[in-house]
């Protein structure tokens, strides 16, 4: 922000700062004090009301039906009277308390929207609730379904506190009554405004005028011509200033002229010095892509050769090494933490059949979808590998025996002879499982044996079920109590 610009805006706020205070504390004392008397002149008024009123006719109006009484008459003729002695009054009205309930008994209101006797008004105000035993008035304005009002009320002579009588005054004619005092508040500030700015830009250009001089010589140097000079007018700080400026000016156009020289001797090395660099730099990076390539082709190369030595090549399942790999750590953790895992070997029935009559293309198609099965019925922690031929193992961690053969039963109810391509269905396509549970202490072999075990039962049985191999007594393989 330009000096200037600093100079007005403080001396500015300085001005209007003193100005606005004043003005805006007569604003507001005048908006409170209007304020307070619109209040006391509601609560007045309903006081004024409720004391001309007699509640104890009213006690026979209780609903709508009663609007024909004489009483509900006189009384309605009543309060609208009342309404019209004063233009500044929106609606009155007598409320009645029923319980935790306020209904209307009497309202001035000529439209179709006036409120029947017995009709509950559901806004509950502090100010209407102490209106039935004091006069009282809102203390801001309110809102229903008649609209934005401050209100009046006061107790109704002989009420027995359960009757009240209320004034309604429309938020315009408040508002109208504020229009004025806000009109004058708004002249008052315009005028601290204007003079404020008359008296802000009289002040800093008193001051920056010199300022701007010294700024414009400075830009002419800053373009190149070296050879500014001011006068000396002012005999102040200004004038020393201005001495030190011709003087800087005079320094800075000698020092122009060696340092040309010099630029230009710097100009010839450098272009010779980058010429070389970006002989060099070429090279360099010609060299450096090179290796990069060598390398990314040799680290592709070494992720296919893991990939394959632990994939087996038709399914996209883990092969027999990788899925002993993880057995042998299923077993270190349950000798640790003595949590049960389960072996299920499933081995496809009669595959020997599939090959024999459609060829082994049709094998390998139903190979890939029992491995889609299998895949699909694991969970997220459970592993899954092609054991070898038409057999697959399944690893479940964190699993019992009750576990692993009800997934072994869900995997057996989904082979179905569709496993076939279509038009290639007429064999009877199945699947049996062996179940085993990691008895503690028991070797990788011994354990891979019991399913397999289980397995040549669930074949010799007949085929197309799943058969579990037994548990050792609890003397024998029971996993100890963690507790």
Known sequence: ?????????????????????????????????????????????????????DAGPLDSVRGAGDVSLPVYRQYLQSVRAFCRTNPDIAFIYVMRREGREVVFVVDSDESPGQALPGRVYPIRLAALEAGFTRPAVDDRLQEDEWGVFMSGYAPLRDGGGRYLAGIDMRADEVENKLRQIRLSGLVSLLGSVLLALLFSRWLSRHFVNPIQLLISRCSAIAAGRLDQRLEDRSGDEFGHLIQAFNSMSGQLASSNREKLSVEEEL????????????????????????????????????????????????????????????????????????????????DLDHFKDVNDTYGHDVGDHVLRQLAGILQGSCRQQDLLARWGGEEFLLLLPWTDLAGGLVLAEKIRSLVTPELLPAGRR????????????????????GCILSADQALYQAKRLGRNRVVAAPVASPSEGEFPDRS
């Open 267 to 346: 100009r010839q090395s450098r272009d010779e010095l980058e010429l070389r660099v970006q002989e060099r730099t070429a090279a360099l990076l010609k060299s450096n892509d090179q290796l990069r390539h060598e390398i990314a082709e040799r680290q592709r190369v070494e992720e296919a050769l893991a990939v394959a030595a632990r994939t087996d090549l038709l399914t996209g399942l883990l092969n027999r090494r990788a899925i002993l790999e993880h057995l042998e750590y299923q077993i270190v953790r349950c000798q640790r933490n003595f949590e049960p895992f389960c072996v299920i070997l499933a």
């Open 1 to 53: 922000m330009p000096i200037y610009q600093k100079l007005f805006c403080s001396h500015f706020l300085a001005v209007l700062l003193v100005s606005g205070s004043v003005g805006t504390y007569f604003y507001f004392s005048a908006v409170d004090s209007l304020s307070t008397n619109l209040r006391q002149r509601l609560k007045n008024s309903a006081a004024l009301i409720g004391q001309a009123l």
């Open 426 to 445: 007429d064999l009877s396509l199945s699947c049996s499982l062996g179940v085993t549970v990691y008895q503690p202490g028991e070797s990788l072999d």
